[in-house]
């Protein structure tokens, strides 16, 4: 097998955020997708050994910004370099808002964000896969 044509599957990237007792987290992702339009559904892969999988887990909610080109390397610092566990990522972050879902989403270097509430899982063994009802955008 010639696995080179998986490396031409075109991704996006992604901050996914969460929270759970009042802690605010989020990581990078590469693996958003529209499942179906009616109902209106998505999936996201998550590594399981990210802190944001974990409390997805537990609370079955999640928004997704939809990273722009104007994203700068601080951004994937802040969410993809460090841990959730040992770092708050929103400390001194002033380009967030909160959604309806009482979630944070991104309000610069994104040209959107999604609300999900998790309806499905699929284990992975390294990543988990949901499946969520979009609930605003």
Same mark, same amino acid.
């Given at each position: 097998m010639n696995s080179n044509a998986m490396f031409n599957i075109?991704?996006?990237l992604y901050v996914l955020?969460?929270?759970?007792?009042?802690?605010?987290?989020?990581c990078i992702v590469n693996t958003l997708s529209q499942v179906t #339009?009616?109902?209106n559904t998505v999936s996201i892969a998550v590594n399981k050994q990210n802190y944001t999988h974990d409390m997805i887990m537990r609370t079955g909610k999640f928004n997704v910004s939809m990273l722009s080109t104007s994203a700068d390397f601080e951004l994937f610092k802040r969410f993809g370099f460090q841990s959730g566990?040992?770092?708050d990522k929103f400390a001194d972050f002033d380009? #967030?808002?909160?959604?309806a879902n009482g979630l944070l989403f991104l309000d610069k270097y994104a040209n959107g964000y999604i609300s999900c509430?998790?309806?499905?899982?699929?284990d992975l063994q390294t990543h988990m896969m949901y499946i969520c009802d979009?609930?605003?955008c």
């Open positions: 075109s991704y996006g955020t969460a929270n759970e007792d009042g802690k605010e987290n989020g #339009s009616t109902p566990r040992d770092a380009h #967030s808002q909160r959604a509430k998790v309806i499905n899982q699929l979009v609930t605003q």
